[in-house]
């Protein structure tokens, strides 16, 4: 036998190297076969439910990192709460209507207006559960525990039936209305879009000032006066109606070169400055109001141009005169009502003029620029043209510009129950404070909403009109669509006529023929995700509404958040949601969005395939979500490190209780020693704060508890100085039995604590603790603290030690540096204590070892003060020599003791490691060590 053989090195099969990326899809299989989320709500039957309602991400293309940084994030929850006194079943969806589908199939060269619509329909409908598919198997990749076989999907007959009769609830309060007012429309993908549908991007615009000659000028002002206005958008001159005055402002009249023109008071010398006027004169100033009731030419068009008053209008740029396109602006259309002009609106779906705008036929809308700058300068009412990048509405799918163009849309009221809205917002528990203000602030502002899309791929409005244009919406034929929809699907709506789509015997009096027709709009998406309270949790019998918890990305404050409160207010007076987390974007390393033009795109996959899904786990529990978050292979590399460090201290916990039995050999607390009574007080903080973190969804702080703990706590201090107590004392010493009581109550409870954040680690841990009963980890209950008596006075005590430690540490370190000694073993100190550090060192040293726990060889207090200071801390004077004596070749203390034992084969050995060796292996002193 050998020296080393007679230590307690641990010993585990628990491998240094996780070898994430070929174990987890195995434990993600038996997960499955022993049906672990089943089995862990069937345990949890009869708790409180906790529900969390999965926003559908949409159903197309492989998952990204913010998928993975949302899925996970959930999962952290769901496990916790799980494991924490919750029944929290987690239903995953998708919503699979919509463009980006359309748009996969006409770069297959499907071609949708060739087709007949059912048969198109149901070639999107195959498509999106490809998709699914696609992404279910990315997101349980990722160890995201769900109903994945059961989800909800929004194409399912069941969802649309649920959505029809949303749609019919608040139809039946009269929030559903049609109208033509000035919309949100993209050219690129030929239908209106919702605000939620709006990014923005810089474009170059042009900036004009325009000159409009009066016609009517009610006698107070000369007849050829002209009003100026200035407008970005030439393109709308064509489709112009009048101008707005504000009734409050002064305006003047100016002479300048032989023309008289109108611009607001307080604009003058900024207009004089754009228009390079050198020498003008004012010769009138009149209110705004009286302005009202004037009339203007049109610049090109022989028609008049309204001047009328609107309290919109600022000072802030411009001339005070504001042009007026009913058809092209939310605005002009609101304030012109009163005034009954025609809403013209000479675009076509695809953004090109209509004969409605002469001298214009087929030109497409930008284009349209050129053309009017052309008849302004021929007419001589372009008083400047120049050129300038702004903001501007882009569609978000085709990332192309969208206009403001009046056609007939289905709108859903907001103003009919928006203070209805407020009063939920202001009641919900938004995690993040902001959240509150950014959505009451786009509920307050925002218009009715547009519901209406002039698509394929989605939901039909489920709308009638009878013979004299009537719309036809009524609790029974809305009622009836819902039941054919929840039998056949909503296909069915274009697989039959109007007549067989409508209750038998149904009639209208505006049909005295019994002739119907049907709608062709489908509604907006934002109608199938916002109507998900219904579909989902009034569905399924598992979940509840309103949910406890919605967590996205914070685009969704004006998407799914937004959405799912209008419905579910508008038709049952409560928000959907009690609580809502938002996150931030995943971006690249130098803080860009990730884009397949830059090549900067992580894909989850990548990241499972090198690393394993619990480092990319780790790194979203390590970042703040709460905003925007950086991710490269560079940080997921230092992510690993770090797991690295958490496994391999785990690691060496199993290892050296690997032949600890808890129900023989635990020591009970009174009997354990202050530094071990400090580790459990320390671990009870660390279950306190780590639950504490998990209920606010602060998964960084759960990680940096954890983290911090595991490194300041375990490694730098109590196993640092465990390894000479449970490698050197014989296997049954009580001494490291007390170690190995603490190893153990904290390798469980870690691993319970880890499980939400690191699942595969955890319960291949789990496999090594075979003394516990359950056959998961995660089928545990998250640990509690325990009730330690005098834990403030232990904390105190063994603070002001490590302090102490710290501070002797630091003479080591110069010691070494003079070359005084090597290892910290070699030294001996000596202590000139002040009287509060006497007392704490007399008060530890009456149980524990000092020398021990600073793992030096010798450790003496001096009540003189010493001749030879190394380092002097707080009236502490340290003193550091080299330790007299040898090293034992088994402790490797050194000590005065070794090569005097009288057995030769133990003379290497100082005399405590002598007495172990003979107790323990007592045929070395017959036969010695054999040669090293």
């Known amino acids: 036998m050998k020296i080393k053989d007679t230590l307690n090195l641990g010993k585990t099969a628990f491998p240094m190297r996780a070898g994430l990326p070929n174990k987890e899809p195995i434990m993600q299989e038996a997960w499955d076969e022993a049906k672990l989320y089943e089995n862990r709500l069937k345990d949890n039957a009869g708790k409180p439910a906790f529900i969390l309602h999965d926003g559908p991400p949409y159903a197309n293309g492989d998952i990204h990192v913010g998928h993975a940084l949302n899925k996970i994030s959930k999962d952290m929850i769901m496990r916790y ?147 100026i206005i200035w407008t970005t958008t030439p393109w709308t001159i064509p489709s112009n109606q009048g101008i707005f005055t504000h009734p409050d402002y002064d305006y003047v009249l100016v002479a300048v070169n032989d023309r008289k023109f109108v611009v607001a008071s307080e604009l003058l010398n ?135 163009r009046a056609t007939p849309q289905w709108f859903a009221s907001i103003d009919k129950f928006r203070d209805n809205i407020l009063s939920e917002v202001e009641r919900v528990d938004w995690v993040i404070p902001w959240g509150k203000t950014r959505l009451y602030n786009m509920i307050r502002d925002r218009g009715d909403w547009v519901i209406s899309r002039q698509r394929a791929w989605g939901v039909p409005l489920p709308i009638f009109y009878a013979e004299d244009g009537t719309a036809v919406i009524t609790p029974e034929t809305t009622e009836h669509i819902a039941a054919l929809f929840a039998e056949n699907g909503s296909i069915i709506w274009w697989e039959r006529d109007a007549k067989d789509l409508l209750p038998e015997g149904f009639t209208h009096p505006g049909s005295p023929n019994g002739i119907f027709t049907k709608e062709t709009d489908i509604m ?49 007076g409560i928000a959907p949601y009690k609580a809502v987390l938002s996150q931030g974007f995943v971006q690249d390393a130098k803080g860009r969005k990730f884009s397949k033009s830059l090549g900067n795109g992580i894909a989850p996959k990548d990241v499972t395939k090198q690393y394993g899904a619990d480092i990319l786990r780790l790194w979203v529990a390590s970042v703040d979500s709460t905003s925007d978050v950086r991710v490269s292979m560079d940080l997921i590399g230092q992510t690993s490190e770090s797991y690295r460090k958490i496994r391999n201290t785990l690691r060496f916990l199993i290892a050296n209780t690997s032949d600890f039995d808890k129900a023989k050999d635990a020591i009970v607390f009174d009997d354990l020693h202050g530094s071990d009574k400090y580790m459990l007080v320390r671990l009870n903080q660390v279950i306190t704060a780590v639950r504490e973190a998990y209920d606010r969804y602060s998964f960084m702080d759960v990680y940096r508890t954890i983290f911090n703990f595991l490194t300041n706590d375990l490694s730098a201090f109590y196993l640092d100085f465990a390894k000479d107590i449970v490698y050197i004392e014989s296997e049954t010493s009580s001494d490291r039995r007390r170690m190995q009581t603490v190893m153990y109550e904290v390798l469980v409870t870690l691993t319970k604590l880890l499980v939400p954040v690191i699942p595969h680690t955890a319960e291949e841990i789990w496999t090594y603790l075979e003394q516990e009963e359950a056959s998961y980890a995660y089928l545990t209950e998250m640990p509690t603290a325990s009730d330690i008596p005098n834990s403030d006075e232990i904390l105190d005590v063994w603070t002001a030690f490590l302090d102490f430690r710290t501070s002797v540490h630091k003479a080591l370190e110069i010691s070494r540096d003079e070359k005084v000694i090597g290892k910290s073993l070699e030294a001996s100190v000596t202590v000139h204590p002040d009287d509060v550090t006497k007392v704490l060192l007399k008060t530890i040293g009456m149980e524990e070892d000092i020398a021990t726990l600073l793992i030096v ?76």
């Not at 030929?190 to 923005?200: K, P, T």
């Not at 609107?310 to 058809?327: I, K, N």
């Open 81 to 227: 709460k799980n494991m924490a006194g919750f029944r929290a079943p987690y239903v995953p969806g998708w919503d699979t209507h919509g463009l980006p589908i359309e748009q996969v199939l006409t770069k297959k060269g499907i071609k949708r207006k060739e087709l007949d619509r059912a048969a198109y329909l149901r070639m999107c409908q195959e498509y999106a559960l490809t998709q699914v598919d696609l992404q279910r198997k990315g997101f349980k990749s990722l160890g995201v525990l769900g109903d994945w076989e059961n989800p909800y999907i929004t194409l399912k007959p069941e969802f649309e039936a649920a959505q029809i009769r949303v749609f019919g609830k608040m139809a039946e309060k009269d929030y559903i209305y049609k109208g033509a007012k000035p919309i949100y429309w993209s050219p690129s993908s030929e239908s209106s879009l919702a605000e939620a549908e709006i990014e923005y991007q810089d474009v170059r615009s042009a900036s004009i000032y325009i000159a409009f000659k009066a016609v009517d000028t009610k006698g107070l002002l000369p007849n050829d006066s002209e009003f």
């Open 270 to 404: 900024t207009v004089a400055e754009k228009l390079a006027w050198e020498n003008y004169e004012v010769l009138q100033t009149v209110k705004g109001s009286d302005l009202d009731g004037m009339v203007a030419k049109h610049p090109f068009y022989d028609r008049d141009a309204l001047v009328m008053n609107a309290d919109y209008v600022t000072l802030d740029s411009g001339t005070g005169l504001v042009h007026v396109a009913p058809g092209h602006g939310e605005d002009d259309y609101v304030y012109s009502r009163k005034y009954k002009l025609d809403v013209l609106s000479p675009i076509d779906d695809r953004g090109y003029y209509t004969d409605e705008a002469p001298g214009f036929e087929g030109l497409f809308y930008d284009e349209g620029n050129k053309k009017v700058s052309e008849l302004l300068s021929e007419s001589g009412a372009l008083l400047k043209l120049d050129f300038f990048t702004h903001s501007y509405p882009h569609d978000w799918r085709t990332k192309k510009p969208v206009i403001y």
């Open 524 to 572: 907006d998406v934002w109608f199938d995700s916002g109507s998900s309270w219904n579909g989902v949790l009034n569905q399924r019998e598992e979940l509840t509404y309103p949910a406890d918890l919605y967590l996205e990305g914070s685009d969704q404050y004006r998407g799914w958040f937004n959405s799912s409160i209008t419905t579910s207010v508008a038709v049952n």
């Open 857 to 932: 060889s010798e450790f003496n207090l001096s009540d003189q003060p010493l001749s030879d200071v190394t380092l002097t801390v707080a009236d502490n004077d340290i003193m550091v020599v080299h330790a007299s004596g040898h090293v034992c070749q088994r402790c490797r203390r050194t000590d005065e003791t070794v090569g005097e034992n009288e057995n030769p084969h133990y003379v290497e050995l100082c005399n405590n490691c002598s007495h172990i060796v003979n107790a323990t292996f007592p045929e070395i002193a017959v036969d010695g060590f054999e040669a090293k």
